[in-house]
């Protein structure tokens, strides 16, 4: 990194503060005081044209709720691109997908920061306001959220900062852009302090976990760059002190009572193997307990409270580290019981239940054509986004046994979708070589820890079961972590009171040969490589043990798709012919649809896509649109109508649309004196192609066909071109075919499955 350089520029009754430094190659800016000064910290932070402001306010009073109330909210301003929203209403509506899920990034970042017992609300408001279109704004927000909240009286263990890695042909590089992304093997978000890893989330391409620990090491030498850049500015501003608060203390007395009648009871009622039964007998205890104390302390009901929850959680950590045994009698790297179910939905075209311990998962897998592709407005691109690919998790409260309303798709649904998502993504077949939009859709049916996986698991059953032709199976593993000081136990598959107890919710998902996905949350305030390293290989072995589950059950895809699902077939087409095929107003492309049934795409490049229920339906589909493109070769016979007759001869249509000449000196052996004495307009006459001249006109011979009468004498061809041929026609009549000297562009366009790019 380059020498930081300061700026302090007067600004009304402020100064704006400025840091400019080289990052990743780039020009990097952070700055403050300029823009929304009446929050309690603010940041700008510009890297490329991009740019992302995040502001934080705090609430002066305490929260009355159990749990610290953060908010963070990420939007993108189209204007950043020069857009104006689509649809009716012309402004920015609810989040986006993708904003969520960069909204969840910072989230999960700076939460486990904040210091603990700390419930005053914070709210962090982060815009995009300008996109290059080059350079994503997700990481920027982690580094703008972090100096905001750093500059604020906000309480918080930073600064942090986070990169995205990719690698492309072997060389690492550290916030590549959209471009360069689209060519590495490797997307990870990684956010972290400058001698720990907070939060990781991305997607790969069957990498190893040797690859992975080195991306971590290449994204903590970048990590440190930036907290270096915040440091040096955050030196040159008037902080504010941090306000005061304290963590309301609990009277000795009560701890002390809670731990003599509780403890014994918690640790005997948390080893049960059925969820529901555990969390009954461990509720009745706290139940019992807190009646009993109610008399002795009636002011603190609260702390008494805590003090069990307290107990619940020591008594988990501590049987873990000390027996090696977790609460169902599993040791530490176990995965629980599968099973597996295929083809349990009979209409739909895959579909598997995948049961893990008391987590399930239904999953189904749909086709469609490229009519279904989601289409996408992005601030990221210039033009529509297209995704063909997509998977839907659903959570409903039956799942756990809770009764709670179900107001649209929460932020989590959105986050465990897109990595499931990204899990199978990578090993699905290019657009081209298998043209099928593909929907997902995991209903989690029974939770107790890791549905996400379970859908990565229940996702790859359901494609395979659906015939989609996929490169591997994929499996997924959620991994947690028990740490008090020096002593940690790293658990496989853990179980949703291991998830809330624990340190950390490490999810790994891949195939036999590497990761495709992978998320890291952490409840302490970050991790070395050392651990993450031991519970990366611990993961390995749980995916492998999955996969050999899953092979049992399904070991390949079905060689047939379901007699439900659509057919879909490709034709290449000459893009001059596109206008053929859709004819005036779209009226031929709309009769062959009508008249077989089908449904037929064509993209720019001449690629159709022809689908039907039904393969006769498809193959006449296909049949009748070769017929109407297929391009004319020189050699070969063809037998038309007369569709004009002049002095020198007769124009042919010998494909639909295609026309040739005919001319007088070709229609028979010998002299012609008058078209009309061979050919008149209406009748069907077999020619012979003999000449398709530089600017596409085609030459037709009637007399090639013909035995040649002994003693004939044959008149002298006219060359094309000459006056006495006239304007010989081209494919499509001649009068719309290209000049001379236009290149006519006969490559094949190659589709491309668009808006696949995850966050």
């Not at 756990?400 to 309303?405: D, F, I, N, S």
Request: proline share 4%; aromatic share 6%; hydrophobic share 40%.
């Amino acid at each position: 990194m380059n020498a930081a350089r300061a700026f302090c520029i007067p600004h009304l009754e402020t100064i704006m503060q400025r840091i400019e430094t080289t990052f990743a190659g780039r020009k990097l800016v952070i700055e403050t005081g300029r823009m929304a000064k009446q929050a309690s910290g603010s940041a700008l932070v510009r890297f490329g044209d991009t740019m992302v402001l995040a502001a934080v306010t705090v609430s002066d009073s305490t929260s009355d709720k159990d749990f610290f109330p953060l908010l963070v909210e990420y939007k993108e301003k189209t204007y950043a691109a020069g857009k104006i929203p689509g649809g009716f209403i012309k402004r920015e509506g609810r989040p986006s997908d993708g904003e969520i899920l960069s909204a969840r990034i910072v989230d999960r970042t700076i939460r486990p920061l904040f210091p603990e017992g700390f419930k005053n609300e914070v709210q962090v408001y982060i815009y995009v306001i300008s996109a290059d279109q080059e350079n994503d704004a997700d990481v920027l927000a982690l580094v703008a959220a972090s100096f905001a909240i750093n500059s604020s009286k906000v309480p918080f263990t930073g600064p942090i900062a986070g990169v995205r890695v990719g690698r492309l042909q072997g060389k690492w590089v550290l916030n590549p852009t959209f471009q360069q992304l689209e060519f590495s093997d490797m997307d990870l978000v990684v956010a972290g302090s400058a001698d720990s890893i907070v939060m990781v989330e991305g997607g790969a391409v069957e990498v190893s976990e040797e690859d992975i620990v080195e991306a971590f090491t290449v994204a903590q030498g970048g990590i440190r760059e930036l907290i270096a850049a915040q440091d040096d500015l955050l030196k040159k501003i008037d902080r504010p002190k941090k306000m005061e608060w304290s963590k309301a203390a609990r009277p000795e007395a009560v701890d002390a009572k809670v731990k003599e009648l509780a403890e014994g009871r918690i640790r005997e009622a948390i080893n049960q193997k059925e969820k529901h039964s555990r969390i009954e007998q461990v509720e009745r205890v706290k139940k019992e307990v807190a009646e009993k104390l109610a008399a002795d302390f009636p002011q603190n009901l609260n702390d008494v409270r805590d003090a069990l929850g307290d107990v619940e959680y020591t008594s988990l950590r501590s049987q873990v580290l000390e027996s090696g045994y977790r609460v169902d009698g599993r040791k530490p790297d176990e995965v629980r019981p599968i099973s597996i179910e295929a083809s349990v939905l009979p209409r739909a075209h895959g579909s598997a239940l995948f049961t893990r311990g008391q987590t399930q998962a239904l999953v189904s897998a749909t086709l469609g054509t490229a009519n279904d592709v989601q289409r996408l407005d992005s601030i990221d691109d210039a033009a529509e986004q297209t995704k063909s690919f997509m998977l839907h998790y659903n959570f409903p409260p039956f799942s756990t046994g809770e009764v709670r309303p179900m107001r649209g798709t929460s932020r989590r649904e959105i986050g465990h979708g897109n990595l499931a998502e990204r899990a199978l993504q990578a090993m699905l077949p290019a657009f081209y070589d298998f043209p099928y939009t593909i929907r997902i859709v995991s209903d989690v049916l029974e939770s107790n820890g890791s549905s996400s996986m379970a859908s990565v698991c229940g996702g790859s059953l359901a494609l395979f079961d659906g015939g989609v032709p996929m490169r591997a199976a994929v499996a997924g593993v959620a991994m947690g972590l028990i740490k008090e000081g020096k002593k940690y136990a790293i658990l496989t598959d853990i179980l949703g009171t291991e998830d809330y107890l624990g340190d950390m919710d490490f999810k790994v998902a891949g195939t036999g040969k590497g990761i495709t996905s992978i998320q890291m949350d952490i409840k302490i305030q970050g991790l070395d490589l050392k651990i993450l390293k031991e519970a990366l290989a611990q993961a390995r072995e749980g995916r492998l043990h999955i996969l050999g589950e899953m092979n049992k059950a399904l070991a390949e895809p079905r060689s047939d798709l379901s007699k439900y699902a659509p057919r879909i077939v490709t034709v290449q087409i000459s893009p001059e012919k596109i206008g053929d095929l859709i004819g005036p107003k779209g009226k031929t492309i709309r009769g062959i649809q009508e008249e077989t049934g089908s449904e037929i795409t064509v993209d720019d490049n001449g690629v159709v896509t022809i689908a039907a229920v039904g393969g006769e339906a498809m193959e006449r589909a296909r049949q009748m649109v070769q017929a109407i493109t297929a391009e004319p070769v020189v050699g070969d016979t063809y037998e038309g109508p007369v569709k004009s007759t002049t002095a020198f001869g007769a124009f042919i249509e010998i494909m639909p649309g295609t026309e040739g000449l005919l001319h007088i000196s070709e229609m028979q052996h010998g002299r012609t004196e008058r078209t009309e004495d061979v050919v008149k307009k209406g009748d069907r006459v077999k020619v012979k192609l003999i000449e398709r001249d530089e600017r596409g006109r085609l030459r037709l011979s009637r007399k090639a066909l013909l035995p040649k009468p002994e003693g004939t004498a044959e008149s002298e061809p006219v060359p094309s071109g000459s006056d006495g041929a006239g304007s010989g026609a081209s494919s499509g009549g001649g009068e719309g075919s290209k000049g001379e000297g236009e290149p006519r562009d006969r490559g094949r366009g190659r589709a491309r499955r668009g808006g696949e790019r995850s966050r």
